[in-house]
């Protein structure tokens, strides 16, 4: 169970995070790298609301919860990793695709979003099944073909959406080519000699559609994933790479917040930085029930 509040808290901290980024960025404030030098680094920071709010990534994150456990409200890619924490079970894989593809098609009905819905809501379930990390992207591609047999049956003009289903598909084949993550990989990947913050940015601009990394479904969960992939268990260096950048940060910390709490729970995260965190109590309750229904139900 503490997973799964880690998980809910940590996606809402690497919102807040993230997107006090951007609005750094867009004001005369300086940049977040700046004043966390200034603060005494992330060991020192308090998120609290006043100064740090979350964005709309955690309330449509929280209602999707809440619809999964009470009954109302959907999202898409940043907002589905709750969906994968309800259904991470192998043998609920057929209700994981249906409810995130529906949840994305929801707010963002186009083969680029309501997919990245369901690889967020996948990548989540491989962290409570203990699958490891650098088969994620792998695994989730070979789900791709049932997601679009159910789309097949339930999308009236599923053929329309071809040429972006393969757009999808082929910018992950991409990137896992590029970090050379064969389909036998057990632990190895490859990043670049110089992958330092901007060289990182150039990359997320070079994987997105729109010339600002995470903006959309297929490379908002890849940056997060790609951060994942070289932090490890060190929560700073994850923040350094998908809260931290200049593509939209809120996004991409949202996924790589609420994974990580899944993978490393809150161990190695300062207190300061959940402890007055926007929604904190509400979180936790919804992780709990999260868990309670993902474990109770046969």
Not at 9 to 35: F, H, K, M, P, T
Not at 138 to 146: C, D, G, I
Not at 157 to 163: D, I, L, N, R
Request: negative net charge; aromatic residues 10%.
């Amino acid at each position: 169970m503490e997973k799964f509040k880690a998980a809910m808290l940590l996606g809402s901290v690497g919102d807040a995070l993230g997107y006090g980024n951007i609005c750094r960025e867009n004001s005369v404030l300086g940049s977040i790298q700046e004043e966390l030098q200034k603060t005494g680094g992330l060991d020192s920071l308090v998120l609290s609301p006043g100064r740090w709010p979350v964005s709309d990534n955690t309330i449509m994150h929280m209602a999707t919860a809440e619809a999964l456990t009470t009954g109302s409200g959907f999202g898409a890619a940043t907002k589905a990793m709750c969906i994968g924490m309800r259904y991470w079970k192998p043998e609920r894989l057929e209700t994981l695709i249906e409810v995130s593809i529906e949840c994305g098609r929801m707010t963002h009905n186009h083969p680029t979003g309501f997919l990245g819905s369901l690889c967020t809501a996948l990548f989540a379930s491989y962290a409570l099944q203990g699958k490891p990390l650098v088969q994620w992207g792998r695994e989730m591609l070979k789900v791709l073909p049932l997601a679009e047999e159910y789309c097949r049956k339930t999308i009236r003009h599923m053929a329309e959406y071809q040429e972006h289903w393969f757009y999808f598909e082929a910018k992950w084949q991409f990137y896992l080519e590029e970090r050379k993550i064969r389909e036998d990989a057990e632990d190895k990947v490859t990043f670049p000699d110089n992958y330092d913050a901007e060289e990182r940015d150039k990359t997320y601009k070079k994987w997105s559609s729109e010339g600002r990394g995470g903006r959309r479904g297929h490379d908002a969960p890849m940056i997060a994933y790609d951060a994942l992939l070289a932090s490890g268990s060190n929560w700073t260096e994850l923040c350094q790479r998908a809260m931290f950048h200049g593509g939209e940060s809120g996004a991409t910390g949202t996924i790589a917040g609420c994974l990580f709490g899944l993978l490393h729970g809150l161990a190695t995260v300062p207190r300061g930085l959940y402890q007055e965190l926007e929604h904190k109590g509400r979180l936790e309750d919804l992780g709990a029930a999260l868990h309670r229904l993902s474990t109770e139900e046969k």
